[in-house]
């Protein structure tokens, strides 16, 4: 079975593949050098090119960095940024705790129409405005995530009015709109080739995969508040959910 794409070439597979493998079995760490390109290109039967190419992937995705006239040597192993998801909780409410150092840019935010199928999650006519909002997600000043949210104006009127100074949209259905706090009712998590945009704003490699995750919120049984569509990092993002209490209910403990 053939695992490359028609971005990267057999040889270029080839050679990041053992690349991967010569850092683990020789226990290489942060700053250790490796094989220069002449001496890959020579093992690999192929011009410098095939494998300078090859290099540059590895380096996009942070396995490897360059030094002017020196090489390339392994870069340290970035730590995954894991999210427990808590239905009671919001994304930033969950990854703000603690000492990390998380952060939100509101990117854009404009008005659309909801049409028939944004209409049909958000339980809302499909001819109803909708505000949409993208927001940028950092921890430790490095995006990692772009997020989508879609909000019907018929339950939050003039919901662009109350974007200064912005941090979440839950504050924002909760003190300024008096809700409760809003729960997911409907998770759906797939992966995904990145966007141009997705490349551009979170800094990643076209070859590297998006970890996209669907959620529906709601602020009680009947009334839905927000469609939400997260595209985080493949390489960087873990998503981790606990169903103890549910199996507590299920078994009676």
């Given at each position: 079975m053939s695992t490359h794409t028609g971005l990267i070439n057999p040889k270029q597979f080839e050679i990041i593949n053992y690349i991967k493998g010569y850092i683990k079995k020789n226990k290489l760490n942060e700053g250790d050098k490796l094989p220069s390109e002449n001496k890959l290109a020579d093992q690999f039967e192929v011009n410098r090119n095939v494998v300078r190419s090859a290099l540059s992937h590895l380096s996009a995705q942070g396995h490897i960095y360059s030094e002017k006239g020196r090489g390339f040597f392994v870069s340290a192993k970035p730590k995954p940024i894991l999210f427990d998801h808590d239905n009671g909780l919001g994304f930033s409410e969950v990854m703000g705790t603690g000492t990390r150092n998380y952060q939100v840019q509101l990117i854009s935010k404009s008005v659309i129409s909801a049409g028939q199928s944004l209409g049909k999650m958000l339980n809302i006519p499909a001819d109803e405005k909708v505000y949409l909002l993208k927001i940028l997600r950092l921890l430790e000043g490095e995006p990692f995530a772009i997020c989508h949210s879609y909000l019907p104006s018929s339950r939050l009127p003039d919901f662009d009015k109350h974007l200064d100074n912005f941090t979440t949209v839950n504050r924002i259905i909760m003190e300024d709109y008096g809700f409760p706090?809003?729960?997911?009712?409907?998770?759906?998590?797939?992966?995904?080739?990145?966007?141009?945009?997705?490349?551009?704003?979170?800094?990643?490699?076209?070859?590297?995969?998006?970890?996209?995750?669907?959620?529906?919120?709601?602020?009680?049984?009947?009334?839905?508040?927000?469609?939400?569509?997260v595209r985080a990092r493949g390489d960087r993002f873990k998503f981790r959910m606990s169903f103890t209490e549910d199996m507590q209910e299920a078994f009676g403990d």
């Open positions: 706090h809003p729960y997911c009712g409907n998770l759906s998590i797939e992966s995904c080739m990145p966007t141009a945009e997705d490349i551009d704003l979170l800094k990643m490699p076209l070859q590297m995969p998006i970890l996209k995750q669907n959620e529906i919120f709601y602020v009680d049984q009947d009334t839905t508040i927000e469609y939400f569509c």
